[in-house]
């Protein structure tokens, strides 16, 4: 039977992303009563299961990108040989049982992953990407949020909205009193969660002398920079290569 087993041998070679996403999310966000258009506590939520993932998982990504209610892993090594079937696998599961316990939720929730094979190159591009699908995110939740507010129902919303380009969309936001350019920094640029190491000094009484001690901690950047800046791909380019 175990020769049955499909994609059991399927490995990959590092450095990969795995995304996770939410599985049905909006259901979700209505059982727990998230705030609209952006619930800062499910925000912390999300960046606290990227904490776990990286610290608790036995993953050991090196760092985590967040927005909404995905996750990007990056690899520069890999767990369990490569295996597909078991990064994906335990990614998602270990990312549910992580957001339930933080959210406190009274529900399951439930992720799907999928591997992302790249190059540290690529790896820049991927990440621009994803924080520009996080913008994009943010422009429409809160037209969305605007139109609602005005007594349309979600699906017309979506209509209205549908096919509008970005300046027609910052247009309808401010028209309404929403400045686009001043929400916060985390709904428009994602979270950015990673290892810090820092330096401590302290007296050694044995060798009476001072002494250097590096120390990581993994850290939560909810300002991250422009990615597609050249001072974004600088601090990507350095994010990567010390890894």
Same mark, same amino acid.
């Given at each position: ?29 209505? =059982? &727990? ?6 619930? /800062?506590?499910? $925000?912390?939520?999300? @960046? +606290?299961?990227?904490? !776990? ?87 429409? =939740? &809160? ?6 507010? /005005?007594?349309? $129902?979600?699906?017309? @919303? +979506?209509?209205?909205? !549908? ?81």
């Amino acid at each position: 039977m175990k020769k049955r087993e499909l994609y059991s041998t399927l490995t990959c070679v590092p450095p990969i992303f795995v995304r996770i996403d939410g599985r049905n999310f909006h259901a979700v966000a209505e =059982a &727990w009563g998230l705030k609209r258009p952006f619930d /800062e506590k499910f $925000s912390a939520s999300m @960046a +606290a299961v990227c904490v !776990r993932l990286i610290s608790d998982s036995g993953l050991s990504p090196d760092f985590a990108f967040t927005f909404s209610d995905e996750i990007s892993l990056y690899f520069s090594t890999l767990p369990f040989a490569g295996r597909v079937e078991k990064i994906d696998s335990v990614a998602a599961s270990f990312a549910a049982s992580a957001l339930t316990l933080e959210a406190g939720s009274g529900i399951p929730v439930s992720f799907d992953a999928r591997i992302i094979q790249i190059t540290p190159e690529l790896a820049v591009r991927y990440l621009i990407e994803r924080q520009g699908e996080a913008w994009r995110n943010h422009i429409n =939740a &809160w037209c969305q949020y605007a139109l609602i507010e /005005e007594g349309c $129902s979600r699906r017309e @919303a +979506a209509r209205r909205l !549908r096919g509008l380009s970005s300046p027609a969309l910052h247009e309808l936001a401010f028209s309404r009193g929403i400045n686009l350019a001043k929400t916060p920094a985390w709904q428009r640029r994602g979270v950015l969660i990673y290892r810090k190491a820092t330096t401590i000094e302290g007296w050694n009484p044995r060798l009476s002398s001072v002494v250097r001690t590096v120390r990581t901690s993994v850290e939560s950047d909810r300002a991250p920079p422009l990615f597609s800046s050249p001072e974004g791909r600088s601090f990507l380019t350095r994010l990567i290569s010390e890894l």
